[in-house]
């Protein structure tokens, strides 16, 4: 449901505020840059929040939050307007993000744990796609009133999406096998919480977990600058292909959104079958593998120009299969192990931190791209392929630093 809303809107983000408002299309880049960059901060406050509260509550306020900042979206006129709205919005994303995954591991345990996430990021790619063909019926209808209809219908789903994270849940089932409820003897915490702890003995340190733990913790810390380079990958499907194929390569302007749409169909209908196919593999090595995979791709589309005018969009078709098969690799087994790497008692912190990642590339990437993808293409594709491939170094690095902790999920589930 709240996907569903996200894909509605995501095609209108920039241009909504270009129809509805006077501001220019420089004034808008900059307020979005601004209330990105101020909304930084926000994210170890969620993780605490997540830590204190629970993830399922934190979802709550995330989407009352997420609601109330798309319905501020309707009362902009002007650059300051603008910030304050988009950086509800954000800080509502921040929240999410440090939820989300905690959330689903509350529910969920070992190989249980990578299938679900797999499963919930097939159906939100769904989710979206599904979204996105609804908002562009709305827009096509040529009714003024449509973007004004769209952000509304988002903040509704946001609302819609709070009111069933509060409803009233079932406990988690216990594991096959398990004895039934109720136990005789009261235990600290039932099944899926301590199914994935790295070790038995920490429960006895956890009150004092907490952001020492965690900035202290080499292991985690690896995990944190691998991941940092990882993601620096995913800035090929949404920002450098619409450019480099169009602007650069002036291939069909029809290039970028369809293979979009390829990826999108792909991980909905292969994601989690190749989840459980990896399900006895450990995840440090499935991520290596996965940036393995990106890493191809990066080399096809750095010989694009090499290829005959005839050969550029099928070589960009194989780059953009290469490029999704080691987002369906990676991505379950990086969440996954976000949230079962830290102590569970600075769960939501570590989420935060890991969520931080993302925003390195986010903010270095478009400027990357911008000063090199015309001139220096070459360069460009070098520094990329460097931090995608130190980014899979960086998890089998950490694998050894932490067999235990990198294991497969089978592996973990069977360990007590």
Known sequence: MDTFGVGMFTPLSFLFFLLTTDLTVTEVGWGASLATLLSIPFSPLAGSAVDRWGPRACLVANNVLAAAGYLCYLLVDSLNALVASMLVVLCAERLYWAAWPAFVADLAEGAELDRWYAFTAAGKNASVALGGAAGGFVLGTGWSGAPLLIVVLNAATSVLTAYLFLRPSPRPRPAEGAAPEPKTAPEPEPGPKTADP????????????????????????????????????????????????????????????????????????GQTYVTGRLGTVARGRVISWGAGLILCAVGLLAAVPAVGEGAMVAVVFLAVLLFTAGQMTATPAFVALSATASPPEARGRFLALFNLTWTLSAVVGPALVGVLIERHGAVLWAVLAALVSLGGLGYRFTGRLAPHLLASPQVRQATP
């Open 198 to 269: 790295p070790a038995a003995g920490e429960e006895a340190a956890a009150p004092q977990a907490g952001w020492g733990a965690i900035l202290r913790d080499r292991v985690l810390l690896c995990l944190l600058a691998s991941h940092a380079a990882l993601t620096f990958g995913w800035l090929i499907p949404t920002v450098i292909l619409p450019v480099y194929l169009v602007e650069v390569r002036a291939l069909p302007t029809w290039l970028p959104s369809t293979t979009l749409m390829l990826s999108s169909l792909l991980i909905v209908v």
